[in-house]
Nanobody, 119 residues
């Protein structure tokens, strides 16, 4: 079973930066892509950014374009989300997800990590 372990969440002031990490526990990891989702209280879960695992091509939601950067370290089976210019509306639980090769979508999820942007 592939498991995703997240780290890097916490409390940060508006305008600050935070870096999230997500590492797949499997020794062999084959993914079409990985993504970061977030869910704020009372709201639906939304995709923040995704990355094609083979070549690193990124996708960003309009709300984070220019502020967030998704990246990967393939040999470490690790994905990162560098968040800058954070706003209070970025406050949410952030989830790592993997679209594995042979799967129909994002079926493997991390436990979630809380990001709170507040002064």
């Amino acid at each position: 079973q592939v498991q995703l372990v997240e780290s890097g969440g916490g409390l940060v002031q508006p305008g600050g930066s935070l870096r999230l990490s997500c590492t797949a526990s499997a020794r062999t990891f084959s993914a079409y892509g990985m993504a970061w989702f977030r869910q704020a209280p009372g709201q639906e879960r939304e995709i923040v950014a995704s990355i094609r695992w083979a070549n690193g091509d990124p996708y960003y939601a309009d709300s984070v374009t220019g502020r967030f950067t998704i990246s990967k370290h393939r040999t470490r089976n690790t994905m990162y989300l560098q968040m800058t210019s954070l706003k209070p509306e970025d406050t949410a639980v952030y989830y790592c997800a993997a679209h594995l090769v042979g799967a129909s979508g994002y079926h493997v999820w991390g436990q979630g990590t809380q990001v709170t942007v507040s002064s």
